[in-house]
């Protein structure tokens, strides 16, 4: 597969492997490719594996790839597609961010899925440009670099700059650039064929619903839980966010331990150190600033709840392997 028919050479897209890379997120943004050469007849697009030492790369499921090309040879690439997965916040590789750099400057499209964001938001290619990864780290990305715009979209193409939140949303991601590329019809063809009838827009939510999550139906308790969480840094006193939602004290008290088995103080605290323990996995945040991020005082207050919550101090979890997480205690 080399070039299109025509005499049209084909779309070079590099996707760059991380060892612990989700498998989901790279079949999403490679098999639009794939489909759009069946499809079409010709060969619209190629593509290249890469990772940063030229070695073999290990998906989080055990798959192992082989590289197909070496990063220094990317000027031949028109596109490069960061994959990512667990583990990405300790990658802190200054010969990368500089190679990302220059080819941001290149013009060549530069994106990324999933926790492939971060590396871009440290390399300085996302500065002041709006970017999106998956919601799970979306807090985490804004709390190290205040300077992005981190949005709740499924994918953002800005400028010759892609991110996407992960999983599936790569396929709609890949499926919006074969359009802007190929046509509607093409784009529309290859859905069809991943039995994806819904093009989803970039706008399209990342996550169900707050009342879908949980398994609740009422208006006042799903308020309050907005509320909490729009109050993270600054936790507001549960009596004001009883009168903010219309009911009584006492009813959102009974709210919570019938629907969510919890007080109302108890699912809020808990909330603000899964934050907390979000920021201590996947950032490089020192323990004051995630303290600080999560509504605490002080960094003791925040150890003694989150060591009853997590059964290990903050320090020790910082410690610990990324991709094994603490077991929660009831609060």
């Known amino acids: 597969m080399t070039s299109a028919s025509h005499g049209t050479p084909a779309f070079t897209v590099g996707f760059l492997l991380f060892p612990n890379f989700a498998m ?10 794939r489909i759009a050469n069946r499809l079409s007849g010709q060969a619209l697009y190629r593509w290249e594996l890469a990772s940063l030492d030229d070695q073999v790369v290990e998906a989080s499921n055990g798959i192992v790839f082989t590289p197909t090309m070496s990063l220094d040879d990317w000027r031949r690439l028109d596109a490069v597609i960061l994959v990512a997965g667990t583990g990405t916040n300790l990658i802190a590789d200054d010969r990368l961010f500089k190679w990302l750099r220059e080819v941001g ?54 400028g010759n700059t892609l991110t996407c939140s992960g999983g599936t949303a790569g396929l709609d991601m890949m499926l919006s650039l074969v359009e802007r590329q190929q046509g509607g019809a093409l784009a529309k063809h290859i859905a069809d064929q991943c039995i994806h009838p819904n093009i989803r827009s970039a706008h399209d939510k990342q996550r169900m619903s707050l009342e879908e999550r949980l398994g609740i139906h009422n208006p006042a308790l799903s308020s309050a839980i907005q509320a909490m969480q729009s109050h993270i840094e600054d936790p507001i006193n549960c009596e004001i966010i009883a ?8 009813q959102m008290q009974r709210l919570f331990k019938d629907k969510l088995g919890l007080s109302p103080a108890g699912y809020y605290l808990k909330m603000r150190l899964e934050h907390g323990d979000n920021l201590l996995r996947k950032t490089s945040l020192d323990i ?3 303290a600080t991020a999560t509504g605490f005082s002080s960094t003791s207050h925040f150890s003694k709840c989150y060591r009853k919550q ?12 990324p991709d094994l997480a603490c077991t929660p205690q009831r609060l």
């Open 24 to 33: 989901l997120s790279f079949s999403s943004v490679i098999e639009p490719l």
């Open 105 to 158: 400057r290149s013009r060549r499209l530069l994106g990324s899925t999933s926790t492939g964001s971060i590396l871009l938001a440290r390399a300085g290619v996302l500065r002041h440009k709006r970017c999106t990864i998956h919601w799970e780290d979306q807090a985490n990305l804004q709390e190290e670099h205040p300077d992005l715009i981190v949005t709740n979209e499924l994918f953002e193409i800005a």
């Open 243 to 250: 009168e903010m939602v219309g009911i009584s004290h006492r």
């Open 288 to 290: 004051l600033n995630i």
């Open 310 to 321: 997590y059964g290990v101090s903050p320090r020790e979890r910082r410690k610990a392997r």
